[in-house]
C-alpha cells in the first residue's frame, strides 16, 4: 500500500483544518511541517499544504524550513493545495501555493493533480466538493486506489 503523508503550515488553524479533511479523503494522517521528519517525507506522495500570507508569501513555518527539506522532493509524487482569501486579495490569491509547487518541480517532484485553492473566508461552502473532486484526481494520476 502506497503511505500518503499531508504536510501543512498553519498561521491561524484554517489549513490545518483543511489539511486534517484532505487526510481523511485519502486515508492518511496530517502533519505540521514542524514536526514533519524522515517518516512524513518519507511517504510515496506527499500532499503539501501552505496558505498564502503577507501580499502573496509563503506561510511562515514554510519559509522557515523550506530549504532545508526541499531536497525531500526529489522523486516523489507531490501534490499542493493552498488556502487563500479571493476577495480581499484577488491579485495573489492562493500565490503561496503555486510557489510551494514550483519548489517540489524545481527540486524534481513529480506534481499530481492541479494546484488546489480553497477559500475558506469566501467560499467555504465549495470546498467539500472541490476536495472530492480534486483527491479523485490526485489519487487517479498518483497511480492509488
Ligand atoms: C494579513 C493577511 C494577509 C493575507 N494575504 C493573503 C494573500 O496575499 N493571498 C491570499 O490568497 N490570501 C491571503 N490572506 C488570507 C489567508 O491566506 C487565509 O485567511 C488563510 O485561510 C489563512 O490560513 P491559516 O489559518 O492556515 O494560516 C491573508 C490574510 C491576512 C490576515
Known amino acids: 500500500m502506497s503511505k500518503i503523508s499531508v504536510i501543512y503550515g498553519s498561521t491561524t488553524g484554517t489549513t490545518e483544518a483543511v489539511a ?60 499542493v493545495f493552498g488556502l487563500g482569501d479571493s476577495v480581499g486579495f484577488a491579485d495573489t490569491f492562493c500565490v503561496a501555493a503555486e510557489t510551494l509547487a514550483a519548489a517540489a518541480r524545481d527540486a524534481g517532484a513529480t506534481l499530481v493533480g492541479d494546484v488546489l485553492k480553497l477559500d475558506e473566508s469566501n467560499e467555504s461552502d465549495k470546498t467539500d466538493g472541490r476536495i472530492a473532486e480534486w483527491v479523485a484526481k490526485v489519487k487517479a494520476e498518483a497511480g492509488i486506489q
Open 20 to 79: 486534517a479533511r484532505i487526510a481523511a479523503a485519502l486515508g492518511a494522517s496530517a502533519v505540521n511541517v514542524n514536526d514533519a521528519g524522515d517518516d512524513a517525507f518519507g511517504a510515496d506522495l506527499l500532499v503539501l499544504g501552505t496558505p498564502t500570507w503577507g501580499v502573496g508569501d509563503l506561510q511562515d513555518d514554510w519559509a522557515a524550513r523550506l530549504d532545508a527539506v526541499r531536497t525531500r522532493f526529489a522523486g516523489r509524487k507531490v501534490a
